[in-house]
């Protein structure tokens, strides 16, 4: 069973469009991350969310944390082809020095 | 220093040769990570190493060998493998929760 599900596992939009990826489970977290992969390259740490409730912004980019600290979703203003990449959340597995990642979104933006 | 550098960037291999992978960061970090990445997937977790020593292996083939030098340095030995094992190979360092990458080797076995 996979503890961190994303969805959808596929987006493919235009440039200027709005768009949401959600990372759902039924544990709680203490803490969630979001990374963006270029193809080629390795992941980049977006945001760290910790709080429930909490909301952050990252100029285009609104990352949200449930309030039961169980799931997050990261919105998108306005895409643009530069935002196109490998989504993933993350959460650290309790008590262990392990990283589980979500089973990802793959987003492309059209020009 | 932020970032963590991994070399080489490409490797191609045949399946009798032995190869070393690569990894440093200076940022001071305890905890290292070996990660191997599909196409299209999310990394799988290979080896951690917390201290120099290391703690979590998930049930990697031998013909993988990793190895930490000291606290900045992480090395991942080849040898024997198979055309299967190419993937992208990716280091990671933590602090806290979070993981900082570095961008990975793109390794082909022929």
């Known amino acids: 069973t996979q503890l961190l599900e994303q969805s959808p596992q596929f987006l493919s939009i235009q440039e200027g469009e709005n768009l949401t990826v959600y990372c759902n489970s039924s544990?709680?977290?203490?803490?969630l991350q979001w990374y963006r992969q270029e193809p080629g390259e390795g992941p980049v740490l977006l945001v760290t969310?910790?709080?429930?409730?909490e909301v952050k912004k990252l100029k285009r980019l609104t990352f949200q944390f449930g309030d039961a600290r169980k799931d997050s979703s990261l919105h998108i203003t306005a895409a643009q082809p530069g935002d196109t990449g490998l989504y993933l959340c993350?959460?650290?597995?309790?008590?262990?020095?392990?990283?589980?990642f979500g089973t990802g979104t793959r987003l492309q933006v059209f020009p | 220093d932020t970032e963590v550098t991994q070399t080489p960037k490409h490797l191609v291999m045949g399946m009798t040769n032995k190869k070393s992978l690569k990894c440093e960061q200076h940022?001071?970090?305890?905890?290292m990570y070996w990660y191997k990445q599909k196409a299209k997937k999310p990394p799988e977790l290979m080896f951690v190493?917390?201290?120099?020593?290391?703690?979590i292996n998930e049930s990697v083939p031998s013909r993988f060998s990793p190895e930490c030098p000291n606290s900045s340095l992480l090395n991942l030995h080849l040898h024997a493998l198979q055309p299967e094992d190419s993937a992208l190979y990716l280091c990671?360092?933590?602090?806290?929760?979070?993981?900082?990458f570095g961008p990975g080797t793109r390794l082909t076995v022929l």
């Open positions: 993350a959460v650290r597995s309790y008590n262990t020095d392990k990283l589980i």
């Open positions: 940022m001071g970090h305890r905890a």
């Open positions: 190493y917390s201290y120099e020593k290391l703690s």
């Open positions: 990671a360092s933590r602090r806290n929760n979070e993981q900082f």
């Open positions: 544990s709680v977290f203490s803490s």
């Open positions: 969310v910790v709080t429930g409730g």
